[in-house]
């Protein structure tokens, strides 16, 4: 009934001070946050102005006691008068007074890991430039877990202001997000309360690796070229509008930190460019294409352990590279679990001469000229410099104390899914 109310009254200008009256008894009920939850209505008391995106006339008496923060759709209003305006969701707030039209920006970060950091680390370089004229961003905040992530050490580091997710306050005093690696969803309710919106820096080029680990299956999957594309982000992971959208080839052997250092910090200054002309790109962005989605889902454990009879040395070599890092490979031997360290390039070892006779798949053999012990697979021999048993150890001292015993020689390196260390 109240949201009836309002939307009928905001035509009509003389009906202000009557509608101010009605929010400002509202505002006294305990049950007026979900009242209104759904209209967008936020208020504040004691401010100086009011603030609307959906009314340009100020009442002199309430202008000190309440505030419109958010964006109103009008769904009622536009057939009974020619004053009426049509209204969007976080975009219609461009009319506001307090509303930015160009940077610098106030902006709140939402990030978590390292490659977080990349990003924050040009965002707070901007905001410190010598030259104000030449500045995207005026205000910078962060958004993480409250755990002790990269990027709360480096926000406690330079003083930046923390929100602990998920976040309780208000964000109505910024004009746009930016997401970057941050590992959350962030519902339609607060992307609402930014006037630009939020951005997203995602590795890889939209639709393809749409999810949490797009740079690890870039890896895993042999992929030769990748990229980065700014979204504008909706409440659903990774499917929002292209701003802006670059191919970056992929390093040869590189592994998935080392690529995810270098496109995070190539969508930095992507976001940069997006920034100083924000109204233009957002008006400018494309939908994503229906063909070619790929999905990168969150690493799991299982994916670490070898499939010693199913997987070639290149396949192998993929998975050290994509989530070695992360999570070592893991295999069986001796029936216990063993983790594989230190890949050598496949190049060097799969068609090495190994003096084992019959080899099978998970077969062992310490090679003295590439200090590795080398484990046969499907197409060949794959080489590991460190392997932890107890303790991390190199491929010569496993040797000295297990294969080189004569009961422990033979014994194979086993593949089993189904167990975690």
Not at 103 to 113: A, T
Not at 166 to 172: H, I
Not at 187 to 206: A, D, E, T, V, W
Not at 348 to 359: H, N, Q, R, S, Y
């Amino acid at each position: 009934m109240y949201e009836m109310y309002i939307t009928s009254c905001i035509s009509r200008p003389r009906s202000v001070d009557r509608l101010l009256f009605c929010l400002w008894q509202l505002q006294q009920k305990q049950n007026f946050s979900n009242t209104c939850a759904n209209s967008q209505w936020e208020f504040r008391t004691h401010w100086r102005h009011l603030r609307t995106a959906c009314i340009s006339y100020k009442s002199s008496h309430w202008s000190d006691r309440c505030i419109y923060t958010g964006p109103l759709t009008n769904q009622s209003a536009g057939s009974s008068t020619n004053q009426s305006t049509s209204y969007t969701t976080n975009q219609s707030a461009s009319s506001s007074t307090n509303q930015r039209t160009g940077p610098p920006w106030r902006i709140l970060f939402f990030g978590s890991d390292e490659f977080s950091v990349e990003v924050l680390q040009k965002l707070k370089a901007d905001q410190t430039r010598t030259k104000s004229a030449d500045r995207v961003v005026e205000r910078l905040e962060v958004v993480c877990s409250p755990k002790r992530v990269p990027v709360r050490t480096y926000a406690d580091e330079h003083h930046l202001p923390l929100h602990d997710w998920p976040l309780q306050g208000s964000c109505d005093q910024f004009d746009v997000g930016v997401v970057a690696s941050f590992g959350f969803l962030i519902p339609k309710k607060i992307i609402r309360l930014f006037p630009y919106g939020i951005l997203n820096i995602h590795p890889s080029l939209l639709p393809q690796w749409r999810g949490a680990s797009p740079v690890f299956h870039t890896i895993l999957e042999g992929d030769e070229v990748t990229g980065v594309t700014i979204i504008h982000i909706t409440p659903q992971f990774d499917v929002g509008p292209i701003l802006q959208q670059k191919s970056v080839p992929v390093p040869d052997r590189c592994h998935a930190i080392q690529l995810g250092s270098m496109l995070f910090n190539k969508g930095a200054d992507m976001l940069l460019d997006c920034l100083r002309d924000l109204p233009r790109k957002l008006e400018n962005a494309v939908e994503q294409p229906t063909t070619g989605v790929t999905n990168a889902p969150k690493l799991s454990v299982d994916q670490s352990w070898v499939r010693w009879a199913e997987q070639s040395c290149q396949e192998i070599d993929r998975l050290s590279r994509s989530v070695g890092q992360k999570l070592p490979l893991r295999s069986i031997w001796n029936d216990r679990t063993v983790k594989l360290m230190d890949i050598i390039d496949p190049a060097i070892t799969k068609g090495l001469a190994i003096p084992v006779a019959e080899p099978k798949p998970g077969s062992a053999h310490y090679h003295r000229p590439t200090n590795s012990v080398c484990i046969r697979c499907k197409d060949g021999w794959v080489g590991f410099r460190s392997i932890l048993l107890k303790k991390k150890l190199t491929a010569h001292e496993f040797y000295n104390g297990y294969l080189s015993r004569d009961h422990l020689k033979d014994k194979l390196f086993e593949s089993c899914s189904s167990k975690t260390s």
